[in-house]
């Protein structure tokens, strides 16, 4: 999940003791340290006022040119294969009201892609599509090919009308 997403830190308060760079010989760290750090630990010490957190390189200037460019093709995926959720939980930590701005942007632009290409492609397209989509993107490809399966099934002859349970079910008589 999105909780193990590397983050870059820089610290305000000194820290000891905290063994997080192994290849270090001292358990310490100064004032403006620049850590790479998981964002749980990150947000845990931002919250505490102990860090400020850098925005990640996957909401850096070159990835929103390219989303800008030509959203459809950009690999998101190699960047944060959360990239959605974890921009929603990273924006209000690093103060940058334009991710999600950038968010909103390549979502609306990717959506109409990915329920073209759910609906139309072959598995063998949909799979080479799919490297580049985030996990949230692939669900939503998946519920579009299986809403669409449903829709092809129900129009060649399936069932038309589904009677509900309760209706089945008879009364008690009237006391």
Same mark, same amino acid.
């Given at each position: 999940?999105?909780?193990?997403?590397?983050?870059?830190?820089?610290?305000?308060?000194?820290?000891?003791?905290?063994?997080?760079?192994?290849?270090? =010989?001292?358990?310490? !760290? =100064?004032?403006?340290?620049?850590?790479?750090?998981?964002?749980?630990?990150?947000?845990?010490?931002?919250?505490?006022?102990?860090?400020?957190?850098?925005?990640?390189?996957?909401?850096?200037?070159?990835?929103?040119?390219?989303?800008?460019?030509?959203?459809?093709?950009?690999?998101?995926?190699?960047?944060?294969?959360? #990239?959605?959720?974890?921009?929603?939980?990273?924006?209000?930590?690093?103060?940058?009201?334009? !991710? +999600?701005?950038?968010?909103?942007?390549? #979502?609306?632009?990717?959506?109409?892609?990915?329920?073209?290409?759910?609906?139309?492609?072959?598995?063998?397209? +949909?799979?080479?599509?799919?490297?580049?989509?985030?996990?949230?993107? !692939?669900?939503?490809? =998946?519920?579009?090919?299986?809403?669409?399966?449903? #829709?092809?099934?129900?129009?060649?002859?399936?069932?038309?009308?589904?009677?509900?349970?309760?209706?089945?079910?008879?009364?008690?008589?009237? =006391?």
């Amino acid at each position: 999940m999105f909780l193990s997403q590397i983050v870059s830190v820089i610290f305000k308060k000194e820290a000891s003791g905290v063994g997080i760079d192994p290849s270090s =010989e001292a358990d310490f !760290i =100064e004032v403006d340290s620049k850590v790479e750090l998981p964002f749980w630990l990150a947000h845990e010490l931002q919250l505490r006022q102990a860090v400020s957190v850098n925005v990640p390189p996957c909401f850096n200037q070159k990835t929103r040119l390219e989303i800008q460019a030509d959203c459809a093709s950009v690999d998101i995926r190699s960047r944060c294969p959360y #990239f959605y959720e974890f921009g929603c939980k990273i924006a209000p930590i690093v103060g940058d009201r334009t !991710i +999600g701005v950038l968010l909103l942007s390549a #979502f609306k632009n990717r959506y109409k892609e990915i329920l073209t290409k759910a609906h139309t492609a072959a598995i063998a397209a +949909g799979s080479k599509f799919w490297t580049i989509l985030t996990n949230e993107e !692939i669900n939503l490809y =998946e519920t579009a090919q299986s809403a669409m399966a449903s #829709f092809k099934k129900w129009r060649m002859g399936g069932p038309r009308f589904q009677i509900a349970s309760i209706l089945g079910r008879k009364r008690k008589p009237a =006391e």
